[in-house]
T-cell receptor, first 115, second 115 residues
Framework: EAQVTQNPRYLITVTGKKLTVTCSQN?????MSWYRQDPGLGLRQIYY???????DKGDVPEGYKVSRKEKRNFPLILESPSPNQTSLYFC??????????????FGPGTRLTVL | AQKVTQAQTEISVVEKEDVTLDCVYE???????LFWYKQPPSGELVFLIR??????QNEISGRYSWNFQKSTSSFNFTITASQVVDSAVYFC????????????FGTGTRLQVFP
């Protein structure tokens, strides 16, 4: 089954304690991205990756890092989480074949609380 | 600049009422794609529809219908004979031809359908 998986699904942590949210897709997609969802703000893109070893900032990258060492994985790293990073996070992937439209596949979401 | 506006923050209706969720978009591209996603209380994003900018035909899928009007830059979503299971947050989103992999989301409309 084609899918995007995220782990963990729920996480409560404390300020400053480094954490990683994993994202994996089994569709051999080139493009992967991370979004955060906040009340009243919708979903905003944090980082994206066009392919292995190619990453770039989205609209709200501050406080986050990503890496793309393998095509299937795109972890989101919070080196020193702060309470304003409490949010619902979604990973997404698509085939990245320009110029045709590419369907986005979303993971189930990770609800992060930083105390 | 690209932008999606969902002016209705929250809508409450009684079951069997019809309800329309508004979506207004801004883009400079002539080729773009518009989407609606549903986010039920469980939190995942459920894809509902995609429309490209060259196809202004309205679409109907069961109780759901979409009205795309380029003249007013709107892509409104109507639920006919609403049901309690329609209660969710609904997001309208836009992607542009120059980067079809990035979705620009509106802030969402929370729909509550009461029995």
């Amino acid at each position: 089954e084609a899918q995007v998986t995220q782990n963990p699904r729920y996480l409560i942590t404390v300020t400053g304690k480094k954490l990683t949210v994993t994202c994996s897709q089994n569709m051999n997609h080139e493009y992967m991205s991370w979004y955060r969802q906040d009340p009243g703000l919708g979903l905003r893109q944090i980082y994206y990756s066009m392919n292995v070893e190619v990453t770039d900032k989205g609209d709200v990258p501050e406080g986050y890092k990503v890496s793309r060492k393998e095509k299937r994985n795109f972890p989101l790293i919070l080196e020193s989480p702060s309470p304003n990073q409490t949010s619902l996070y979604f990973c997404a992937s698509s085939s990245g074949q320009v110029p045709s439209y590419n369907e986005q596949f979303f993971g189930p979401g990770t609800r992060l609380t930083v105390l | 600049a690209q932008k999606v506006t969902q002016a209705q923050t929250e809508i409450s209706v009684v079951e069997k009422e019809d309800v329309t969720l508004d979506c207004v978009y801004e883009t400079r591209d002539t080729t773009y794609y518009l989407f609606w996603y549903k986010q039920p209380p469980s939190g995942e994003l459920v894809f509902l529809i995609r429309r490209n900018s060259f196809d202004e035909q309205n679409e109907i899928s069961g109780r759901y219908s979409w009205n795309f009007q380029k003249s007013t830059s709107s892509f409104n979503f109507t639920i006919t004979a609403s049901q309690v299971v329609d209660s969710a947050v609904y997001f309208c989103a836009l992607s542009e031809a120059r980067n079809t992999d990035k979705l620009i989301f509106g802030t969402g409309t929370r729909l509550q359908v009461f029995p």
